[in-house]
């Protein structure tokens, strides 16, 4: 019996790029693609911490501790599920253009460091930036925890992978922020 070949699920294909139709066709690329934010040309990650600022900014007057905790184990437990489809039907383990890792991330740095001027929540962001561009030291060691083996689809490990090198990159920055404020 002639049998059609089996079709590759998208997340076992080419590796897609993102496109406003690709953000709109499913919630979890909206999500993920950090609303838009993650489709920048350059410094998509960048591009997301930018926004992700300007988000807990425009929520901050408005929100207790208890409802921010809230809203960040939401956004981290919301931001694994979208991570994970996003990257499988993109084909990719860790696509740039994926960016709520890095909007989760850093709404933890700036809660932790609130209340905080503007020029303080600059330099959380340039620290968080560059631990999470660099991947100095424990940041490349949790990059690579999670990561598959080439030609393998991306799994529920792999979407958690893609926030967690982010948060040790938080805490790393909250770790910097911590030593200069008690030295």
Known sequence: MNREPAVNPPFLGAARK?????????????????????L???????????????VFDALQPPMGETAR?????????????ACTVTARHLAQADPSSVVWDEV?????????????GF???VVAFALF???DAAKPGPVAWADQ????????????????GILFDDFVAALCTLLVIALWKFV
Do not use: E, M, N, Y
Not at 69 to 81: D, K, P, Q, R, Y
């Open 40 to 54: 920048s040309r350059v410094a998509p990650g960048t591009a997301g911490t930018l926004w992700a600022w300007f």
């Open 145 to 160: 925890l999670f990561k598959q083996r080439r030609g393998r689809p991306v799994g529920w490990a792999q979407g958690f």
């Open 129 to 131: 930036r560059v631990f």
């Open 104 to 116: 989760v991330a850093f709404w933890l740095v700036l809660w932790l460091v609130t209340p905080s």
């Open 119 to 121: 020029w303080a929540q």
């Open 18 to 38: 993102p496109d406003w139709r690709f953000l709109l066709s499913h919630p979890a690329h909206l999500i993920a693609l950090g609303f838009g934010s993650g």
């Open 69 to 81: 905790g809230s809203v960040l184990v939401v956004a981290t437990l919301v931001g694994w599920w």
